[in-house]
């Protein structure tokens, strides 16, 4: 029996504008399995970046319920989100969101670091290679190109080896042939690692990649549609 | 939480900060450097005074009287087995032989033995012990001043005697004392013989002792009883120390509040660059919450670093105190009475040290504080603002507040000073970020939407996000203010001097010592020198035989209402008029200027501190006894006197018609207009009457000066560290703005504006910045000046407004010039450049 590694329960987000108040998120359902991948799309200010958020525990939900990996984040506190992340969640992000004065190997190190692993050199060393950054450890994220900078970030990513992977626009700032390539590191990375990856993107080629996409619209999912892709479960 | 990993991640982000976070440093570092200077040097003058205390007072105890010892005494002294050498001291004028020129000087008839600790400083050296009678050692200024040499003649009263040395250093007396008075030692049994000890001259007896080896201590204890039964004043070692010690700590806590200054206008630079520099860490640190670290953690990263450059610039800013420190010496050496042997001083080290470090954590926990509350969300939305109360906040202000009090104490020493000098520094504060506030304000208010594109810019840079407005407004303003302050005291103490030297008709030249025989003679010979006698005033010498009925000896059994010994022990100078000068003011009673009748009763006039000594109100009888006639006196009327005017004042007054009989001599006050005349008229006096001592308002002037110049050079010393800290603070936060400016003036140029557009915008905001603070800055001293001047000096306030202008400007065009060579390469470069270079 497939394992449910994120639930999501009648998820509401507001914030108070003014004497107004604004939903951008409104009753939201859903659930990934272990392993699944799956894409938010849809437009700007359709409460994408709010539910991969939520999802991520980075914020707390006005209504409704987040459980990931059998533990439910409604009731923590930021600290104990902070455990959660450490344990389980990787984030890829658009505009790479590399610590400016930590090196390449370093800022993969940081999330091994956090969980107070040791011996972990060697092992974000072998992460790096498998980017193709092996021989650029040492470089600042100011000497490196963007897609580079995205490769050490998708190497940071994996380090924790996380059991979910959220990626925010991962090609955004990228050209395509860049873009491409990143898009075929995670997909094979995610592939190896097991790591169910939940993708927010406008870019509707690299939705078509996973095997589900969430259509947004108003902060509601308008569409749910589960792909057959070879090789990848359900 | 993996403490070790809080320290690697602290050193990591701190690699490529370290220029900046220099910057931090180097506030700290001269605020510290200022305070380990000050305070080592205490330190060892500290051990100096333990050490060295006999050498201070060149003998075991110091006896002085107004009298000569009887020979009872001396014979009392002589039986307990204790060594003693006598002194007599007067004013007198000496006349340099050579040059012809007289001067003022503190002659003081020695027998040999003193020094018994010590010796005097002599150049050329070893010369101090005045073996041949008809040798002189005379200050070493002095004969510089009157180009006299060794062997020259110096004639004091009727003898003449020969130079042995210059004086450079004599027991216990500071180069400073020796400025006012300088000294002329001459032997003890020529004295008589330059008749300068006649009735009415103000003499001094000492009485050096020395103790034998291994004295008792019941011994020590039965020559300080006879002591105090004979009324005589004396200072032992102890006392001496202390006095010293007392007088040096003064010094020492107003410099240390000086040096404190600095270090808070560090700390100010200090609070404003992590509050910049934590701005630009919050996505770094959203990132690192995003990514499972906790609030604490990332606060904890921050705490580790900016705790860690504390504790560098400290150590650092300690070693350079202490290198200072031997700088020192220089800089003290009229106002202490010894060498000072340097050492290196751990507990002032270390002091430094901890100090460093509790004010960097205070003034940077602020900013430090707010990045527990930084939303993970901030990585997603930059736009994401934490709004969840936070009370630390407030508790920073408290404990910053409280520090500074009690630092202020512990230099002050007193609640009261140290409260009014933190209210001075908030009104200051307050007054200065109020104006800041206030200018941006007006600007976004009035913003002139009009005019040229280079004064909207500059106006723009006043108010837009992370600007520097309020940083360099208080630290230029509180820098400008205190310089101007020092500037303004050191005005007024000249110029109060310098009132009474120039007005006219006012005496600048007063003759004291004169004989009653020699009164009518040297009024001719005033008058015959085309000099005015502006007035004679006769001086009467009494003592007080008993207050309100109580004599001496009644008085000392009476413990709960007694009065202090000395008001009857010292010797009151009277005069007697039927007229008030214009520097009194009866305070209470009525004065009554002429007693006709020899029945009538006599109404005196006392002044209003004295009145209070003696605890005596109006009607109270007194009974005064002039030279063994016993006059029986009431209190008329209590009189506030001018004591600042450089006028004969007088603590008793009696009205005329009742001491015209008593024995008695003359003061005589004339005015001279050139310093030739002054000369000429010095030289006359001093060979017809060589007893007759002569002050010369222009000399008091100069002295006035060189003692002020001599305060003052240490003053601005400390106030150079303030200085210093203001001009690293402006470069700390021109650069730091400047990474956060550098985006938008590569822009303006790659938009086509020139380097004279980015130079005029950058300039015209420096300029307007740096005015205003220092206009303020001046203006908050101009405050203070008036208050020291009509509060403290009792004078009017009349600022040298030309000079302030100058001040002025220096610091207007400094704040200028620093803020646009730190934007050289911005505006010399071009932009592709620049942004590849910043990164």
Redesign the interface.
Known sequence: MSETILKVSNLSKSYSSGDKLLTVLADVNFELEKGSSCAIVGPSGSGK?TL??LC?G??KASSGSVTVNDVVLDHLS??ER??I???H?G?I?QSF?L????TAL?NVM??L????EKNIRERCLELLKKVGLGDRYNH?P?QLSGGEQQRVSIA?AFS?EPILLFA?EPTGNLDDETGATIQELIFDLNKEKGTTLVLVTHDLDLAKKTSRILKMKGGKIVSDETQVLAGLPL | MNRFWLFKMAWRDSRKNRARLFLFLSSIILGIAALVAIQSFGENLKNQLDNEAKELLGADIEIQSRYAFPQKFLGYLDSMGVQSAREVSFASMVLFTKSGESRLVNVRAVEPGYPYYGSFGTNPINQGVLTNPNQALVDETLLLQYKANTGDSVKVGEITFAIRAGLTQIPGQTGIAATVAPPVFIPYNRVEETNLMQRGSRLYYKLYVKYPPNISETLVKSIKDKLEAENLRYDDVEERKEEIGEAYEDLTGFLNLTAFIALLLGCIGVASSVHIYMKEKVQLIALLRCLGAKGRQGFGIYLVQLLAMGLIGSIIGAFLGTVIQYYFPLLFKDFLPFDIDLQLSWPSVIKGIVLGVITTLLFSLYPLLKIRKISPLKVLRASVENNEPDRWPLLVYVLIGLFILGFSYLQLGNWFTSVLFCLVLLVAFVVLAGLAQGIIWLVKRFFPTKRSFILRQSLANLYRPNNQTLVLVITIGLGTALLSTLFLSRQILLDKVNISATLENRPNMVLFDIQESQIKELEDLTKQNNLPVLASIPVVTMQIESVKGKTAQENKADTVSGLRNWVFNREYRVTYRNTLTESETVTSGIWQGKVTGPRDSIFISLDERLAEDLKVAIGDPLVFNVQGAFITTYLGSIRKVDWQRLETNFQVLFPSGVLEQAPKFYVLLTRFESAAESAKYQQVMVQKFPSVSIIDLNLILQTVDEVISKVSFIIQFMAFFSIITGIIVLIGSVLISKYQRIQESVLLRTLGASRNHILSINALEYFILGSLAALTGIVISLFIGMGLAIGYFNTTFNPDLLSLLGMYLFITLSTVFIGLYNYRSVIIQPPLEILRKEG
């Open positions: 970046t991969l958020g991520a980075l914020d930021e600290d902070a455990l992340r450490r344990k969640i984030f992000f969101n610590i400016p004065t930590l370093e940081i999330p670091e956090l969980k107070n600042y100011s940071r924790n925010d």
